[in-house]
């Protein structure tokens, strides 16, 4: 392993850091065309320091106008972007190194990339767990509505039931108003094949949750309760 580390070529070194850098940020977290935007913004200026310098000051001041306008994982990613930046700058600056048998040069934009895409690598994985945190927090927000919008039709038929079935003068209990909408409002539910209730369950399901606290069931039972 030693002698592999050793023998590793400038080349092979700056393909590497490239490598991480796409696995890393942009296949993550950004597309690939920014990656080969970037790149081919970098190789126009490799050869002046002039342009050089001027494509730098560009990318600060994009930083900082995304700053004033963004926040939260988006401003986050903008930051990280930012020595993104120079990490690809550096590599490329040590290709042209290499391209013209300067490899101290080289070897020295090399390194200077390698200590970059160590942090970014740290900052990328952070990001990627709140990324992900971020989209399952939806996904469950998203699982929520659907399972409200599909114990709709059951709860509307339990508000039906308890004004249909009502004794004369209101339901003495809510336990005789739970008896009475057990079984018509299981077989809703099997043959409406509302899925997330089992027929099984309604009784619980009125006693503790929709009499009480569901506003349309509640509203029936309120209605329908004796005074």
């Not at 002046?48 to 988006?74: C, R, S, T």
Request: hydrophobic share 40%; proline share 3%.
């Amino acid at each position: 392993m030693n002698e592999h580390i050793g023998n590793i070529t400038i080349g092979a070194a700056i393909a590497r850091n490239q490598l991480i850098l796409r696995e890393h940020f942009f296949e993550p977290l950004l597309e690939l065309e920014e990656y080969l935007k970037l790149l081919e913004d970098i190789r126009s200026v490799t050869s002046d320091p002039a342009l050089q310098a001027q494509l730098v000051e560009k990318w600060e001041n994009e930083v900082y106008e995304l700053n004033e306008g963004i926040n939260g994982l988006d401003e986050e990613i903008a930051i990280l972007f930012r020595h993104v930046r120079y990490a690809c700058l550096y590599l490329e600056l040590a290709k042209a190194a290499e391209n013209n048998k300067d490899c101290e040069r080289a070897w020295a934009f090399n390194n200077e990339a390698s200590l970059i895409t160590g942090g970014i690598i740290e900052e990328s994985a952070v990001i990627q767990k709140e990324v992900e945190a971020n989209r399952r927090a939806k996904q469950n927000s998203e699982n929520g509505k659907g399972r409200i919008r599909n114990f709709l039709p059951a709860k509307q038929e339990a508000a039906r039931l308890l004004d249909k079935l009502k004794p004369e003068g209101g339901w003495p209990t809510l336990a005789s108003a739970v008896s009475a909408l057990d079984e018509p409002l299981g077989n809703f539910i099997d043959t409406n094949r509302i899925g997330g209730i089992k027929s099984s369950n309604i009784r619980v399901l009125l006693e503790k949750n929709w009499i009480p606290k569901d506003a349309l069931v509640n509203n029936a039972w309120l209605n329908s309760k004796r005074s």
